[in-house]
C-alpha cells in the first residue's frame, strides 16, 4: 500500500507470510512482527528515519533562527529521545485538531490534563530568549522532563544498551544521577532517605524508582509492556499528583511505592507472589492517592464538591485515585495488548487503592486478626494473597512512624501542614473546622501520638505476628515506640521546643 501523504511506498496491513492468529502469539505475549522470515524490528529504525526524512521534507525544513537554534539541541539528543518529542509533537498535533489545546506565555503549548498535565513543546522552550517568559511553574515541570531524559540516558548506559562515545550524550548532572543510582541499589533498605532521592532525580524520584522496580522484578519482559507507554503512563501519573501538597505529593506516592517493596520481599511473602501480584502491588502504591486535592472526604461533601455526588460520599477520594488511574492505564494503553482475562487488573487495582480508605481501617483489622488468630491464611490461594496486598498497602500507606525520626518528622510536619491548610479554608469559609485541622488547637505532637496509638500501632502489631516477627518488623516497631516517646508530652518537657 502507498501512504499518499508521505509519498513513500510503506508496505502495511496484514503480512501474507503470517497467520493472523499464529499459535506464537502466546497469553502474555505481543504479536511478533515478522515478514517473509525477516523481522521487522530490526528494519523499523530505518523505516522510522525514512518516514521522518518525508515528513521533514513536506514541512519544509527548519525555519527561522529560531528553529535552527532549536533544532541544534534537539539534534545532539539521541534518537529515543528524538523519538518521544515526535511522539508528544504528534499528541499535540492531534489535540490542537480536536480544538483542546492552548497556547501559553512565550508560545509554549500546553495541554492541561485533567488539570495538571501539560504538554510541552521542547524546542521552543530550549530558546534562551523565551525562556524569561515562561512562568515558573511551567518551567519546574519542564525541567523535571529534560532530567527524565537525562535519566532515560543514564538508566540505558548503565545497563549497557548505549555505548557511550564522546559527544553522544549530554548528561547535565551526571552527579546527581550517579548518587540516585547508587541510591537505587539499596531501595530495599528501610533507611531509604525519599526526600533526598527525590531531589537528586530532580522530582522525577516516582517515575524513577517505579521503572527500577519494574526491571528489578522483570515485569517489563514478563508481560511484554512497551517502555515508551509505560513511560508515559508513570509521567502522567507524577504529574497528576499535586506538588503543592505538603503531604499527598508524588514523594508520598514514592515512600508508599518503595516501603510497599519491602514489604513485598518479606520472606513470608516473597516467594508465594506471582508476577501479578508484584505488579499489582506496586502499581496500586505509586497511584493510590493520585490527583489528591489535599483536603479530606468530610470537607468534600460539606463543601458539595463534584467528587463527592459522582461517588455518593462513600470512600470519595479512593474511588477518584482509583478512576483515575483506570483513565491514565487507558489512555496510554499501557496494558491494552494483554488478553481480556488480564484486563480485570483494573478491579484488582480498585479493590486494593480502596482498601487505603481509612474509615475501612476496623473492617480490615479484625479480619486480619481472626486470620492469625485461626491461623488459616494461606498464600497458595490468590483470594489471601490478595487480601495481604491490601493490608501491606494500607501498612505501608502509614508507615511514616516507623521511619527513623528525622524522617518521620518530616512527614509528620507535612501530614499536619496540610491539615491545618484544610483548618484554614473552613475558617475562612465559615465552617467548622475538622478534627486536627486547628493549628491553633491541635498540636503536632497531639495529632502524632493519636495517629500513632488508634490506627499504626494496632495495624502493626499485626504485620509483626503475621511476618513471625521478621527482622524488618522488628526494626519498624523499635522506631514505632521510640518515635511515640518522642512526641510525648513527658519526652518533650526535657527536650527544647526546636529539637521538635
Ligand atoms: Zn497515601
Redesign the pocket.
Known amino acids: 500500500m502507498r501512504d499518499s501523504n508521505l509519498g513513500v511506498e510503506v508496505e502495511v496491513g496484514v503480512c501474507p507470510n503470517e497467520a493472523p492468529r499464529s499459535p506464537v502469539w502466546g497469553p502474555l505475549r505481543t504479536p511478533p512482527i515478522t515478514c517473509g522470515g525477516l523481522s521487522l524490528a530490526l528494519e523499523l529504525p530505518a523505516l522510522i528515519r525514512q518516514l521522518r526524512e518525508a515528513w521533514k521534507a513536506r514541512r519544509g525544513g527548519p525555519r527561522g533562527p529560531e528553529r535552527s537554534q532549536a533544532s541544534t539541541w534537539v539534534e545532539s539528543e539521541k534518537e529515543e529521545v528524538e523519538e518521544v518529542k515526535h511522539d508528544v509533537e504528534d499528541r499535540s498535533g492531534h489535540l490542537k485538531a480536536d480544538g483542546r489545546l492552548n497556547t501559553g506565555h512565550a508560545g509554549v503549548l500546553l495541554v492541561e490534563r485533567r488539570g495538571s498535565y501539560p504538554l510541552i513543546d521542547l524546542r521552543i522552550l530550549k530558546t534562551s530568549a523565551q525562556q524569561g517568559e515562561v512562568e515558573a511553574g511551567t518551567r519546574r515541570k519542564m525541567k523535571r522532563l529534560l532530567s527524565f531524559q537525562r535519566y532515560c540516558h543514564a538508566s540505558r548506559l548503565l545497563r549497557g544498551l548505549v555505548p557511550h562515545t564522546p559527544g553522544s550524550l549530554h548528561l547535565l548532572d551526571d552527579d546527581y544521577l550517579g548518587q540516585a543510582a547508587h541510591m537505587l541499589s539499596k531501595v530495599g533498605k528501610w533507611n531509604f532517605d525519599i526526600f533526598l532521592f527525590d531531589r537528586l532525580t530532580n522530582g522525577n524520584s516516582l517515575v524513577t524508582l517505579m521503572c527500577h522496580l519494574f526491571n528489578v522484578y522483570g515485569l517489563v519482559h514478563h508481560f511484554q509492556l512497551d517502555m515508551v507507554k509505560l513511560h508515559r503512563f508513570l509521567g502522567m501519573v507524577q504529574e497528576d499528583y499535586h506538588s503543592q501538597n505538603p503531604y499527598?505529593n508524588a514523594v508520598?506516592?514514592a515512600d508508599?511505592t518503595q516501603a510497599m517493596y519491602c514489604y513485598l520481599k518479606e520472606p513470608k511473602l516473597a516467594e508465594q507472589l506471582s508476577p501479578l501480584d508484584v505488579f499489582l502491588g506496586l502499581m496500586a502504591a505509586a497511584t493510590?492517592?493520585v490527583d489528591?486535592p489535599g483536603v479530606n472526604q468530610p470537607f468534600l461533601i460539606k463543601t458539595r464538591h463534584h467528587l463527592a455526588s459522582l461517588y455518593q460520599n462513600t470512600s470519595v477520594l479512593e474511588s477518584h485515585h482509583w478512576r483515575s488511574t483506570v483513565g491514565m492505564l487507558r489512555e496510554s494503553r499501557l496494558l491494552s495488548h494483554l488478553p481480556a482475562d488480564m484486563q480485570d487488573m483494573e478491579q484488582q487495582l480498585g479493590s486494593l487503592i480502596l482498601a487505603?480508605d481509612i474509615s475501612r481501617q476496623n473492617e480490615f483489622l479484625s479480619t486480619f486478626r481472626e486470620h492469625l488468630d485461626n491461623q488459616d491464611l494461606d498464600l497458595q490461594l490468590a483470594s489471601h494473597r490478595h487480601f495481604i496486598l491490601q493490608i501491606a498497602l494500607k501498612c505501608a500507606?502509614?508507615c511514616n512512624p516507623c521511619r527513623f525520626w528525622e524522617l518521620s518528622k518530616q512527614w509528620s510536619e507535612r501530614v499536619c501542614e496540610e491539615f491545618y491548610r484544610q483548618g484554614d479554608l473552613e475558617r475562612k469559609f465559615d465552617f467548622e473546622i475538622s478534627p486536627q485541622c486547628n493549628q491553633q488547637a491541635d498540636s503536632v505532637p497531639a495529632i502524632q501520638i493519636g495517629f500513632i496509638s488508634y490506627i499504626v500501632e494496632p495495624l502493626f502489631e499485626e504485620w509483626l505476628r503475621f511476618t513471625e516477627p521478621s527482622p524488618l518488623s522488628q526494626n519498624m516497631m523499635g522506631h514505632l515506640y521510640k518515635n511515640k516517646a518522642r512526641w510525648s508530652p513527658e519526652s518533650r518537657r526535657g527536650i527544647s521546643e526546636d529539637k521538635f
Open positions: 499527598h508520598h506516592a508508599v493510590h492517592d489528591h487505603t500507606d502509614v
